[in-house]
């Protein structure tokens, strides 16, 4: 009898307690209605929020003391006097509103939305709609000022909370992810580029702009009747359009740049590999997949990804210029030059790939050295001297007219200068090395 009586004796204190939570956020709920708090009032209601912190147990509770919860600088925000100068009253947001503040709000108002959405009863939907809608700008040029001010985590995470607050706007989560790899945030920039990923976005489109006749300054929008609408008004002119092209490939190279970052080598194979079935032949994604073999020292499959890619754009002549450096530092000189030269087919005035194929031409010339200070004073390796000094010589007469073109291009660039004194200084080229000194200042 004695345990039925305190079984019954604790059903009843749980019970008790349940129906003391269920006034308590009553409570909560009647003080949210109101358009404005008294301090008094806003006191009550953080004290209501904190006694019931960790106690909500049915799914609604949580979701609700949660959503009141991210609401506390809402709420002091309404006991601030009306007649609050702009200046004052934006110096007192800064304070109240931090980044951390700002996302739990952004997860407090999206989780109550899709909560409304599954129950079918919207108790605050349009109430948080009207939030966002009157904040949004203002979040947003936050976002922006702590952005341009370098402070790329916090930025990254009121544009995180801008996106939750308006998923369709999948934009606010892009630069959310390109700030986060700003500030080093790798973690939150995986999450942000795996969602964008999996909702396939691209950011493909185009952007419409015209000139403003009042500022002289070419301007965007997003809607093609808009800007029409203002040149009609006489207030824009000269529209023009520019294509914005598929962001996709960066996305899935950023997944992998991060992978490699955080040392998941497989993963980043991985990310790129089920991109390339998605998107097969797609050249972004390539670029992609050699940047991330080029990061392993993966010469081999760096070289053949960037072929491919050739294939489609075979007078690209960066992508060549870079096959030219890799194959370089790889000790294949014969190939490097052989990509250098069709750099400089391809673009004659693209002074470093001059620079670099005559720094490859020279490369054997090391090999001469080593073997002429080898050699001893016998007649014979006398003979042998006098060849391999003839060969350094027509290498370096070789390498000249290369050296001397990229100087026509660049007569200031410095390591075109120092690259001609060796070779004339080697020629004896004295009044060469004597015109080029004076113009170093030397």
Same mark, same amino acid.
């Given at each position: 009898?004695?345990?039925?009586?305190?079984?019954?004796?604790?059903?009843?204190?749980?019970?008790?307690?349940?129906?003391?939570?269920?006034?308590?956020?009553?409570?909560?709920?009647?003080?949210?209605?109101?358009?404005?708090?008294?301090?008094?009032?806003?006191?009550?209601?953080?004290?209501?929020?904190?006694?019931?912190?960790?106690?909500?147990?049915?799914?609604?509770?949580?979701?609700?003391?949660?959503?009141?919860?991210?609401?506390?600088?809402?709420?002091?925000?309404?006991?601030?006097?009306?007649?609050?100068?702009?200046?004052?009253?934006?110096?007192?947001?800064?304070?109240?509103?931090?980044?951390?503040?700002?996302? =739990?709000?952004?997860?407090?108002?999206?989780?109550?939305?899709?909560?409304?959405?599954?129950?079918?009863?919207?108790?605050?939907?349009?109430?948080?709609?009207?939030?966002?809608?009157?904040?949004?700008?203002?979040?947003?040029?936050?976002?922006?000022?702590? =952005?341009?001010?370098?402070?790329?985590?916090?930025?990254?995470?009121?544009?995180?909370?801008?996106?939750?607050?308006?998923?369709?706007?999948?934009?606010?989560?892009?630069?959310?992810?390109?700030?986060?790899?700003?500030?080093?945030?790798?973690?939150?920039?995986?999450?942000?580029?795996?969602?964008?990923?999996?909702?396939?976005?691209?950011?493909?489109?185009?952007?419409?702009?015209?000139?403003?006749?009042?500022?002289?300054?070419?301007?965007?929008?997003?809607?093609?009747?808009?800007?029409?609408?203002?040149?009609?008004?006489?207030?824009?002119?000269? #529209?023009? +359009?520019?294509?914005? *092209?598929?962001?996709? =490939?960066?996305?899935?190279?950023?997944?992998?740049?991060?992978?490699?970052?955080?040392?998941?080598? &497989?993963?980043?194979?991985?990310?790129?590999?089920?991109?390339?079935?998605?998107?097969?032949?797609?050249?972004?994604?390539?670029?992609?997949?050699?940047?991330?073999?080029?990061?392993?020292?993966?010469? *081999?499959?760096?070289?053949?990804?960037?072929?491919?890619?050739? +294939?489609?754009?075979?007078?690209?002549?960066?992508?060549?210029?870079?096959?030219?450096?890799?194959?370089?530092?790889?000790?294949?000189? &014969?190939?490097? +030059?052989?990509?250098?030269?069709?750099?400089?087919?391809?673009?004659?005035?693209?002074?470093?790939?001059?620079?670099?194929?005559?720094?490859?031409?020279?490369?054997?010339?090391?090999?001469?050295?080593?073997?002429?200070?080898?050699?001893?004073?016998?007649?014979?390796?006398?003979?042998?001297?006098?060849?391999?000094?003839?060969?350094?010589?027509?290498?370096?007469?070789?390498?000249? #007219?290369?050296?001397?073109?990229?100087?026509?291009?660049?007569?200031?660039?410095?390591?075109?200068?120092?690259?001609?004194?060796?070779?004339?200084?080697?020629?004896?080229?004295?009044?060469?090395?004597?015109?080029?000194?004076?113009?170093?200042?030397?």
């Amino acid at each position: 009898m004695k345990i039925n009586h305190l079984f019954l004796a604790g059903t009843l204190f749980l019970a008790t307690a349940s129906f003391a939570q269920k006034d308590e956020l009553k409570a909560l709920k009647k003080l949210y209605a109101k358009d404005a708090l008294k301090t008094e009032e806003y006191t009550e209601y953080k004290n209501l929020v904190q006694k019931l912190e960790g106690l909500a147990t049915e799914e609604s509770d949580k979701v609700y003391l949660k959503f009141y919860k991210a609401m506390v600088p809402m709420m002091e925000m309404s006991t601030w006097d009306k007649n609050m100068s702009p200046v004052v009253m934006q110096a007192q947001m800064t304070k109240l509103f931090s980044p951390n503040t700002i996302e =739990g709000l952004g997860v407090a108002m999206r989780e109550t939305l899709d909560y409304e959405v599954k129950s079918g009863k919207k108790l605050y939907t349009d109430d948080i709609n009207e939030t966002i809608q009157a904040f949004k700008g203002q979040l947003l040029n936050v976002a922006i000022s702590l =952005g341009n001010a370098k402070q790329f985590s916090e930025s990254s995470k009121i544009l995180y909370s801008i996106y939750l607050m308006e998923p369709k706007e999948m934009e606010n989560l892009y630069f959310a992810a390109s700030y986060a790899v700003e500030g080093k945030d790798y973690d939150s920039a995986l999450k942000y580029y795996e969602i964008l990923k999996d909702k396939n976005y691209t950011g493909e489109g185009v952007k419409y702009f015209a000139k403003n006749k009042l500022t002289g300054q070419l301007e965007s929008f997003t809607d093609k009747s808009i800007r029409n609408k203002f040149i009609e008004l006489g207030q824009y002119t000269d #529209p023009t +359009e520019e294509k914005v *092209p598929s962001k996709r =490939g960066e996305i899935v190279k950023n997944i992998a740049l991060i992978y490699l970052q955080q040392g998941k080598t &497989d993963a980043a194979k991985s990310a790129i590999a089920d991109a390339k079935k998605e998107l097969p032949g797609d050249t972004n994604l390539l670029l992609s997949e050699a940047e991330i073999y080029l990061k392993l020292n993966d010469v *081999p499959n760096y070289q053949k990804t960037i072929k491919e890619v050739l +294939e489609k754009n075979p007078n690209d002549h960066i992508l060549i210029y870079n096959l030219g450096v890799t194959s370089g530092n790889n000790n294949q000189f &014969d190939e490097a +030059e052989k990509y250098y030269r069709r750099v400089i087919e391809i673009k004659p005035d693209y002074v470093d790939a001059y620079v670099n194929l005559a720094d490859m031409m020279l490369k054997p010339d090391q090999k001469l050295v080593d073997e002429m200070n080898k050699l001893g004073y016998t007649e014979k390796d006398q003979k042998r001297f006098e060849f391999l000094k003839v060969e350094r010589q027509k290498l370096f007469n070789k390498v000249l #007219p290369i050296l001397e073109s990229a100087y026509k291009l660049q007569p200031n660039n410095e390591g075109v200068i120092n690259g001609l004194l060796t070779v004339y200084k080697f020629l004896e080229r004295n009044d060469k090395v004597k015109e080029l000194k004076a113009q170093l200042g030397k």
